[in-house]
C-alpha cells in the first residue's frame, strides 16, 4: 500500500545535513567542495545537536501557524535561508527554498558529483549524522553516498510535500468521480444487475458480486424477510438443487428426499412461509399452463418465481437443432405470461449451467456446453425483447453459470453442481429480494441510497454557507491585497517598502476550516452512503496480513532518528508506539484478519495498550502539572470527539458506533474526576509530605473496587440459540442479552446518556467494549505514579545510552520480559475460542504491555532512537482510526471501498494514499478549531460551552424528531 514520506525534525530536533546546504557558484567547484557542502566534512563546532537547536528548513513538513501550513513553508524556511546564505545579494533564492529547488536541483547534484569523483580520499572529521563506523576518517565514497542521500532526500521533499500530496489526493478523489458517474450512466446503476450477473471467486468459497457487497444471511433473517412469503422453483433437476439449498438456508435440518420427479412442498407455520418446487424438466406447453394460472387475477401469486429448464429438451431429443427451434417457440409463447407476473411479482429465469463433459454417463453425452450456449442465448434473446418497454421486468439469473465455470470439475456426474455452489447461488437469491427489506449494512447489493435525514439536510446546509462565506471572504480579502499591492517606482526602479499583511482572523480560520470540513464530508458521504463507488467483501489470507506487516516494519526501521530525550515513553517513543500500532490494527481491518484468533488476540492488546497510555499520559499530566482547569479538558474532550461528533450527523451513525472515542472519553473523564475530587493531590505537594502517597494510593484503590464493582455487577445473562459453556461476549454471540439489569446498564440506560452509549437500543455492545479492558487504564495510571516516583528519586538511569538500571538487573528485567511477551503470545496463539480468551484477556493483557515497555527502554541505545515514520503516523492515529470507517474500508467497517475495480493492489495504493492525506488534514482542521472554539480565558469559555450545550440539546431534539419518523 502507498505510505507517505516520513516527517521532518519538529522543534529542537538536530539539524540534518540536508538543511545546511545553500546555493552553489561556479566558482566554489574550480578550487574544492562547495560551501554549502563543508559543513558535511567538518565537526559542527556549536554543538547544535546536543543542544536540540533548529536550524534546518522544515518545509511543508515543519510546525508553524495555520496560515503557514496553508501555504506548505513554515517562517523556518525563510530565517535558514537567510542564516545559511540561500538568498544571494540579488534576492534570488536559494536551492532550499521552493523556488529555487527547480531551478538549481539537478545542475547543483551534477557539479557536486563530478567534484566529488575529483576528490582525493583523505582523512577528515566527519559530520554528526553520518555511521559511528566512519566518524574516524571519511572517504570520499562514504562522502558521496552520504551527500547523495541527503540531497536525494531534500530534492523529494521539495517537489513532493504534504500539501503537493494533498493537492494530488483531491484531483484523484475529482478524476476517480467523474469516471464513476461516467460509468454508471454508461452501465447502469443498478447493483442487482451485477449481483446477478457478474463477480469472482475470493479463494475457493467465497463469491465476491461486481462492485458491491453480498450478505450472508442467518436463519432469524431469512425468517424475518420471507414471512407470509410464497415461492416457486419451477424447472429440472437443476433448478430443484436450487431450492434444496434456498429452503436450507429458512431450516438446515430440511433433508433432500423423496421421489425427485415430482412435486416438493415446504412450509414454515410459524412464520407462514410457503416454498414450493414444480417439477416441470421442459419449456413446453405444460410449464405453460402452470404459469398461466397464476395470471388469473382470482389465484394467489407467488412472491417469487424462479424458472429454468434445458438440459431434458437436450437429452430426450438428442441436441437436435429441431429441438432448440421447438424451445425457442414455447419460450416465445412463455415469455408474455412471465412478462404479466413480474409486473406484482419477482420473476428470475435460470440460464443453464455448463457441464463436466468428461465425468458425464453415456445418455448423457449429447448434453454439450456448446448446446447449452445456444439455448441460453434463445432465452436471453426472447426475454430480452418480449416487451415493448425499453427494459424486461423478467430477471435473467446469469451468475450460476459464472459460478458452475469455476466449480464444475467438482461435480460427483458432470451436470449437478457441488454442494458449495448450490448455496452461493441461493444465497445470491435471498440477497436479492431480502436486501432492500431488511437492509443489512454489509449487503449493499439491491440496496437504494438512505434517504438525507433532517440532521444530514441541515447539515449539508451549514457546510454549503460555509463554504460561500469563505469564498466572499477570499474574495473580499483578495481584492483588498490587490490594492495594497507595493508598486515599482520607474524613477529610481526600486520597489516602494512592502506592507505588512495583517494577521489571519480568527473568523476566516473559521470558515476555511469548516469549508474544507465539508468538501471532506462530501467525499465521506460519497463513498459510504451515495452508492457512488463500489464496494467488497473482505477475504483473509495469511499472505494479505503479513506481507504489509513486513513492509511497513522495514520502513519503520529505515526512517529511524535520534530521539530528543531519552526518558522512559518519551514523546517520540509514545507517538511511534501510536503509529506502528495503528498501522498493525488498519492491515488487521482490511485484510479481515478477525477471522484468525491469534490476530485477533494480538489486536486486542494493541487496543488494550491505546487505553494503556491513555491512563499513563493524562495521569502523568495531572500529577506532574497539577492543571486540573476546565480548558484543559475542554481541549482533551473536544479534540477527541470532535470528528466522530460531526461523522455521527453527516453519516447518520450512533455515537457509540465509533466505540474507541467513546471508551477513551469516559476513561479521561474516568481519571479526571479520580484525580480532580478533593483532596487533589499532586507530585508537588507529595514531594512536601510522603503520606499524599498513600494518599493516592487510596484513591487509585477506590477507583479499582469502583472498576470491580462495575464488571461484576451484572453478569445475569440470558443466551438465546447459544451453548451454555459459551462465556457471554456480545459482539460474538449477538443472541444474548442481558437478563437482569445491573448498574452498569443502569447508569448508561438513563437519558441523555443512553442516546450516547446505546447502538440498536441497548448498551450491550458498550458493555463488552468497556468490561474487555476494564484494568488497562487503572494499570496505566499505576505504572505512571511508579515510574515517576522512582524517577523522581534519581532510582532509573535515563542518560543517552545508559541501561535503565544496573546491568544485572536490567539483563534480569529484559530475560523476565521477553519471556512474559513471548508466553502471552504462546498462550493466544492456543485460545480454543474467543469467548475463553475474552474472559481472560483483562487481567493478562498487561503483561504484554508492560514487557514491551521493559524491552524498548531498558536498553540505553533503543531510548536513544526512534522511527520517524511511526512517528509521523502516530500523530494522526485519532483520525485514522475513524476514517477507515467510512473512506478506507467500507460499509461501515465490514468491506472494503473500491475506487479502481478490477485491479485490488492498485486500488489500495490510491485509497490509501487518500485516507492519510484525509486524516492528516482533519488532524490539522482540529487543531485549528480547537484554538478558537476553546480559547483560553474563562469568561469566553464559559460563553462557548453554553452555545455548545444549546447545540447538542438541538441535536437531542432533532434526532428525537427522526426516531418518531422512522418508527
Request: contains cysteine; positive net charge; proline residues 5%.
Amino acid at each position: 500500500m502507498s505510505l507517505p514520506p516520513p516527517p521532518p525534525p519538529a522543534a529542537g530536533d538536530p539539524v540534518t545535513p540536508e538543511d545546511s546546504l545553500g546555493s552553489v557558484t561556479p566558482e566554489d567547484w574550480a578550487t574544492g567542495p562547495p560551501l554549502q557542502a563543508q559543513p558535511l566534512l567538518r565537526q559542527e563546532a556549536k554543538g547544535k545537536e546536543e543542544e536540540g537547536e533548529e536550524t534546518g528548513v522544515q518545509g511543508a513538513w515543519g510546525k508553524g501557524t495555520a496560515e503557514q501550513r496553508r501555504r506548505g513553508w513554515g517562517e523556518a524556511a525563510e530565517a535558514a535561508a537567510a542564516e545559511e546564505g540561500q538568498v544571494d545579494a540579488g534576492g534570488a533564492a536559494g536551492s532550499a527554498s521552493p523556488a529555487g529547488a527547480a531551478g538549481g536541483g539537478r545542475e547543483g547534484w551534477r557539479r557536486l558529483l563530478a567534484w566529488l569523483r575529483r576528490r582525493q580520499p583523505q582523512c577528515c572529521p566527519c559530520a554528526a549524522p553520518l555511521p559511528r563506523s566512519a566518524a574516524h576518517c571519511c572517504h570520499g565514497g562514504t562522502k558521496m553516498a552520504a551527500l547523495a542521500y541527503n540531497l536525494g532526500k531534500r530534492e523529494i521533499n521539495h517537489y513532493f510535500s504534504v500539501r503537493s500530496a494533498k493537492v494530488l489526493a483531491l484531483v484523484a478523489v475529482l478524476l476517480l468521480a467523474v469516471c464513476h458517474l461516467a460509468s454508471r450512466r454508461y452501465r447502469g446503476n443498478d447493483s442487482c444487475e451485477y449481483l446477478l450477473s457478474s463477480g469472482r471467486f475470493l479463494g475457493e468459497k467465497v463469491w465476491q458480486p461486481h462492485s458491491c457487497m453480498m450478505h450472508k444471511y442467518k436463519i432469524s433473517e431469512a425468517k424475518n424477510c420471507l414471512v407470509d412469503k410464497h415461492i416457486a422453483f419451477i424447472g429440472d433437476s437443476r433448478i430443484r438443487q436450487l431450492f434444496y439449498s434456498f429452503v436450507k438456508i429458512i431450516n438446515p435440518q430440511f433433508k433432500e428426499e423423496g421421489n425427485k420427479h415430482e412435486n416438493i412442498p415446504f412450509e414454515d407455520k410459524i412464520a407462514s412461509i410457503k416454498v414450493d418446487f414444480l417439477w416441470h424438466p421442459e419449456v413446453n406447453g405444460s410449464m405453460k399452463q402452470c404459469i398461466k394460472v397464476w395470471t388469473e387475477d382470482s389465484v394467489a401469486k407467488p412472491h417469487v418465481i424462479v424458472a429454468g429448464a434445458a438440459t431434458w429438451s437436450i437429452k430426450i431429443h438428442n441436441g437436435s437443432n429441431e429441438a432448440l427451434s421447438q424451445y425457442k417457440m414455447n419460450i416465445t409463447s412463455i415469455a408474455p405470461l412471465l412478462e404479466k407476473l413480474a409486473k406484482t411479482s419477482d420473476v428470475y429465469w435460470v440460464l443453464q449451467d455448463p457441464v463436466y463433459e468428461d465425468l458425464l454417463s453415456e445418455n448423457r453425452k449429447m448434453i454439450t456446453n456448446e448446446k447449452i450456449d445456444a439455448y441460453n442465448e434463445a432465452a436471453v434473446s426472447i426475454l430480452n425483447s418480449s416487451t415493448r418497454n425499453s427494459k424486461s421486468h423478467v430477471k435473467v439469473f446469469s451468475v450460476s453459470k459464472l459460478i458452475a465455470q469455476e466449480t464444475i470439475m467438482e461435480s460427483l456426474d458432470g451436470l449437478h453442481l457441488p454442494e458449495s455452489s448450490r448455496e452461493t447461488s441461493a444465497m445470491i437469491l435471498m440477497n436479492v429480494y431480502c436486501n432492500k427489506i431488511l437492509k443489512p449494512v454489509d449487503g449493499s447489493c439491491c440496496q437504494p441510497r438512505p434517504p438525507l435525514t433532517l440532521i444530514q439536510k441541515l447539515a449539508a446546509c451549514f457546510f454549503t454557507l460555509s463554504i460561500v462565506g469563505y469564498l466572499i471572504f477570499y474574495i473580499i480579502h483578495r481584492n483588498a491585497h490587490r490594492k495594497n499591492k507595493p508598486c515599482t517606482d520607474l524613477e529610481s526602479g526600486e520597489e516602494k517598502k512592502n506592507i505588512i499583511n495583517p494577521p489571519v482572523s480568527p473568523l476566516e480560520i473559521f470558515l476555511q476550516s469548516f469549508c474544507k470540513l465539508g468538501l471532506i464530508m462530501a467525499y465521506f458521504y460519497m463513498c459510504d452512503r451515495a452508492n457512488l463507488f463500489m464496494k467488497e467483501n473482505k477475504f483473509y489470507t495469511h499472505s494479505t496480513f503479513f506481507i504489509p506487516i513486513i513492509y511497513i516494519l522495514v520502513l519503520g526501521v529505515f526512517y529511524n532518528e535520534n530521539t530528543k530525550e531519552t526518558k522512559v515513553l518519551n514523546r517520540e517513543q509514545t507517538d511511534e508506539w501510536k503509529g506502528w500500532m495503528q498501522l498493525v490494527i488498519l492491515i488487521y481491518h482490511i485484510s479481515g484478519a478477525s477471522t484468525f484468533l491469534p490476530v485477533y488476540m494480538h489486536i486486542r492488546v494493541l487496543v488494550a495498550a491505546y487505553l494503556f497510555q491513555t491512563g499513563y499520559g493524562h495521569f502523568s499530566y495531572f500529577w506532574v502539572k497539577g492543571d486540573f482547569g476546565i480548558h484543559r479538558v475542554c481541549q482533551v474532550l473536544f479534540r477527541l470527539n470532535f470528528l466522530v461528533v460531526v461523522l455521527c450527523i453527516v453519516m447518520d451513525r450512533p455515537y457509540q458506533f465509533y466505540y474507541f472515542v467513546p471508551l477513551v472519553t469516559v476513561w479521561f473523564m474516568v481519571i479526571y474526576v479520580t484525580l480532580a475530587l478533593w483532596p487533589q493531590i499532586t507530585q508537588k505537594k507529595a514531594n512536601g509530605n510522603c503520606l499524599w502517597h498513600f494518599g493516592l494510593l487510596l484513591k487509585l484503590a477506590f477507583l479499582l473496587l469502583c472498576i470491580c464493582f462495575l464488571a461484576y455487577s451484572q453478569t445475569s445473562l440470558m443466551f438465546r440459540n447459544v451453548p451454555k459453556t459459551s462465556a457471554p461476549s456480545f459482539p460474538d454471540f449477538p443472541d444474548c442479552q442481558i437478563n437482569k439489569k445491573g448498574a452498569f446498564e443502569k447508569i448508561f440506560s438513563l437519558w441523555p446518556l443512553s442516546k450516547c452509549f446505546e447502538l440498536k437500543g441497548n448498551v450491550y455492545e458498550w458493555w463488552f467494549r468497556w468490561r474487555l479492558d476494564r484494568y488497562v487504564v487503572f494499570h496505566g495510571m499505576l505504572f505512571a505514579f511508579i515510574y515517576l516516583a522512582l524517577q523522581k528519586r534519581q532510582i532509573l538511569s535515563e542518560g543517552k545510552g545508559e541501561p535503565l538500571f544496573s546491568s544485572k538487573i536490567s539483563n534480569f528485567l529484559l530475560f523476565i520480559s521477553v519471556v512474559s511477551f513471548l508466553t502471552y503470545s504462546i498462550w493466544a496463539s492456543s485460545c480454543k475460542n474467543k469467548a475463553q480468551c475474552n474472559e481472560l484477556h483483562p487481567s493478562v493483557s498487561v503483561v504484554q504491555i508492560l514487557a514491551f515497555i521493559l524491552i524498548r527502554n531498558i536498553p540505553g541505545y533503543a531510548r536513544s532512537v526512534y522511527s520517524s515514520f511511526f512517528a509521523w503516523f502516530g500523530k494522526i492515529s485519532l483520525e485514522l482510526f475513524i476514517c477507515q470507517y467510512h473512506i478506507w474500508l467500507a460499509a461501515d467497517t465490514r468491506g472494503i471501498l473500491v475506487l479502481i475495480p478490477g485491479n485490488p493492489m492498485l486500488n489500495i495504493i490510491v485509497s490509501t494514499f487518500i485516507f492519510v492525506c484525509v486524516a492528516h488534514e482533519i488532524s490539522q482542521i482540529t487543531n485549528d478549531l480547537a484554538q478558537i472554539i476553546i480559547p483560553k480565558d474563562n469568561s469566553s469559555l464559559l460563553k462557548r460551552l453554553a452555545c455548545i450545550a444549546a447545540f447538542f440539546c438541538g441535536l437531542l431534539i432533532l434526532s428525537s424528531i427522526q426516531d418518531k419518523s422512522r418508527h
